[in-house]
């Protein structure tokens, strides 16, 4: 199971807290930020399993025994774009980051299914069919099938994947990444997302020896992403090196996503879901 019932509960009357405003296809369960909309009926639509039972209108369910959503003008559904990390660099660890990135990608999106927001999931690496908008509770089945990891002999570059993604013909809302970024181009590819008019969140993952590697000697290492073999000398000078170096590539994804107004979090796969709902999504405001 990719949550445990326990997990459930804590995620259950979260709602993700974004920054901007988006104008919804249909309408849901936000309040938009819009001036001079009243708060009147607009129309109806299909009830969706965990939808909010006080907008369930009663009279047409005794009439004609269907269930449908009585709807506001002054509400709408926000499009959350889960984009999960599927590159090889992505399966180091112990446990994973790709097992830690599945987990959270579907512990974001309960959370927006629960609000009624549309989630739609894309996985960055493999070229591999996009999964249709789900909404509702009942989308969550799907959600947790997707995150599965998908086998694929074409991919993408970290860098090349956002752009094919912000090239496509994609609804403007709130991005999530889940990626370890590592990729020399990432932080210039966020801002591309930036500029294409969406809110970016990042959840950056990287194991502790990704961080501060314990290597020594003579080593011949062979890059996750094509294969080739490096050959090194693992000596406190080159540790330092890569240390200085990986420090400011992560401040220049930092940078990029202060500057587009996102959100950035770097964590380990031992961090447990318990810490980031506490440490990321309440305490820096990622939901209400």
């Given at each position: ?30 309040l938009t930020r819009k ?94 069919p996009n999964v249709r ?28 994947a956002l752009r094919s ?124």
């Amino acid at each position: 199971m990719v949550l445990e019932p326990r997990e459930f509960r804590l995620l259950d009357g979260l709602r993700l807290n974004p920054r901007k405003s988006f104008s919804g296809r249909v309408r849901g369960e936000r309040l938009t930020r819009k001036k001079g909309v009243s708060i009147e009926f607009a129309d109806y639509r299909e009830y969706s399993d965990g939808d909010d039972l006080r907008h369930l209108d009663w009279n047409v369910l005794a009439r004609l025994d269907t269930p449908v959503m009585r709807t506001y003008q002054d509400e709408e559904d926000l499009a959350f774009h889960l984009l999960l990390d599927r590159s090889p660099s992505m399966d180091f660890g112990e446990p994973t980051k790709a097992a830690q990135a599945a987990r959270l990608a579907c512990a974001l999106g309960y959370v927006a299914l629960n609000s009624g927001d549309a989630v739609l999931p894309r996985s960055l690496g493999p070229r591999e069919p996009n999964v249709r908008a789900l909404r509702g509770r009942a989308g969550f089945p799907r959600l947790a099938q997707w995150s599965g990891f998908s086998r694929s002999d074409h991919r993408e570059s970290l860098s090349q994947a956002l752009r094919s993604f912000v090239n496509a013909s994609t609804r403007t809302g709130l991005v999530c990444l889940l990626s370890d970024g590592l990729d020399p181009d990432a932080p210039a590819a966020i801002r591309t997302l930036g500029g294409r008019g969406h809110e970016v969140w990042f959840v950056q993952i990287l194991s502790d020896i990704e961080l501060d590697p314990d290597l020594e000697g003579d080593l011949r290492l062979l890059d996750a992403e094509s294969g080739a073999p490096v050959e090194i000398t693992a000596n406190s000078y080159a540790l330092k090196e890569y240390r200085a170096r990986l420090a400011a590539h992560n401040a220049a994804i930092t940078e990029s996503i202060r500057r587009i107004g996102g959100r950035h979090t770097l964590i380990t796969p031992q961090i447990t879901l318990d810490q980031f709902i506490k440490e990321t999504l309440k305490r820096e405001g990622w939901t209400a």
